[in-house]
């Protein structure tokens, strides 16, 4: 009898255990949670090489952590003018119909993605995902899962996707930061619809900028007119580049330095025919531990702002406003009752450095602040009047950018999931006793061309059930979204103007 409660107290213990220690894990950034899995399961480790270069232990080690995403996505023809993506719903329920019908036509487009946890989580590019309406995840082994969108944003063309699977090979991130130019490289992913493929090549430059994220030159006093508010960069480049052969479909893949450790998502190359010519761009990996966090935790990119509309000091800015820096960003405007503002920046200044570093181009300052969050702090060195001064500068938030995103249904759960086109949350124990509700995830972003935005439907709104079921996290929604019945998905919600019930059409 002693030995029978012996052994089931000590069961008790570890499966006590055992939940605490999920808990924690689920709590842990990606960054801790590779630390914890590397310390547990340490391997032999690859060394850089010297004399001749050898990658193939990088190469090896790599390889399987980077998978090919092949995206499904719904193309319209028009039948004499554009047309709504719920044209056949108002028909068939007699409501007005606005247009002639499209008829939809299927398009397929794939990319490459990188495995960062055994848990199945996926960062790629934006740009790979943004108009998908399947996704499909194939790694090195041949086995095959479907995707769901846990967050993405056009400003840092980064998306982190989620699939339901345990044990998976990933990657270990590096340090961006120490990354050197003339270093050597491997450049890992799907290029042309080839199977997993490397490549090798040095660093050839860091902190470029190509000009293909955003609206570049916002609010600049060179373009067609001054706006009446200086209007804050939001797009961030700060490229590394490399030589390293990337062509269509390595984008979203690994860069990798000769450790086997990830440095970069490829983004981009510079071609005048849209084949390898020479460059390829990298996404700094300390810039993509920042977003894939706030995408898992929040659903959305969570950006701290300075508040300043800036040039680069060059041969034209010297001569102009009669100063003679060489390097830093010269001042255009100043944001009202921005971060800048708040700290004694005001126009005319020359911003020269940050955390003590010289600001040689916008990318120094752009991917610094991009790494923190509204409410840090951040040191600034602005010249005036031909004197420096050091100030601290606390981050405001701004509004998050909306990003373009799915624009209709289509059969799965996770279709149907990525095509509501919102990004979600769990809600806290003190939004659910505030809404009096046992159950919620928060809508943290509504992307562009999603049934949400059709609908009206806004963020913030706590959603307590889809399809009549309780959903407390991500995986729930999807879930629910299994029972789908008629084509139509039934989302209950509740925010302060009270609880409101939409029915969504889904169209196959």
Known sequence: MSLLIAAVGGAVAIGGYKLFENKQNEQMTFEEKQKVYFANNPGSEILSSTGNPDFTEAAAAVSPGVVHIKVTMTRRA?????????????????MPQRRQQQQP????????????????????NNHVVEDADKIEVKLTDQRTFEAKVIGRDADFDLALLKVSASSLPFVKFGDSDHVRIGEWVLAVGYPLSLQSTVTAGIVSAKGRQ????????????YGYGQPQEPIVRT?????????????????????VNTRGELIGINAAIASP??????????????LVKKIVNDFKEFGTVQRGYVGVN???????IREEFKI?????????????DGAAAAAGIQKGDVLTKVEGNIIYSSSDLQERVARLNPGDKLKLTYKRDGKERDVTVTLKAQDTKKSATEEEASASATEIFNKLGASFTPASDAQK?????????????????????????ERGLVVTHVNGKPVNSVDDVESALGSTKRNIVRVTGVSESGTTEFNFPIQY
């Not at 028009?78 to 007699?94: A, H, K, L, N, R």
């Not at 025919?273 to 300390?286: C, E, K, L, Q, S």
């Not at 800036?310 to 034209?316: C, D, I, K």
């Not at 390097?327 to 009202?336: A, P």
């Open 78 to 94: 028009s039948q004499g003018g554009g047309g709504s993506p719920f044209d056949m719903f108002e028909e068939f329920f007699g």
């Open 105 to 124: 036509r299927q398009a397929t487009a794939s990319g490459s993605g990188v495995l960062i946890s055994p848990d199945g989580y996926i960062v790629t």
């Open 210 to 221: 190509i000009g293909i994220l955003g609206e570049q030159g916002q609010g600049s006093p």
């Open 235 to 255: 797009a961030v480049e700060s490229f590394i580049q490399t030589d390293a052969v990337i062509n269509k479909g390595n984008s979203g893949g690994a860069l």
């Open 273 to 286: 025919t849209g084949v390898y010519a020479g460059y390829g761009f990298a996404i700094p990996v300390n």
């Open 310 to 316: 800036f040039r680069e000091v060059n041969a034209a």
């Open 324 to 336: 003679d820096d060489i390097h830093g960003l010269y001042v255009f405007d100043v944001v009202k």
């Open 433 to 457: 006793k505030k809404f009096g509700v046992n159950s919620g995830v928060v809508i943290t972003q509504v992307h562009r061309g999603g049934m949400f935005e059709y609908f009206g439907v």
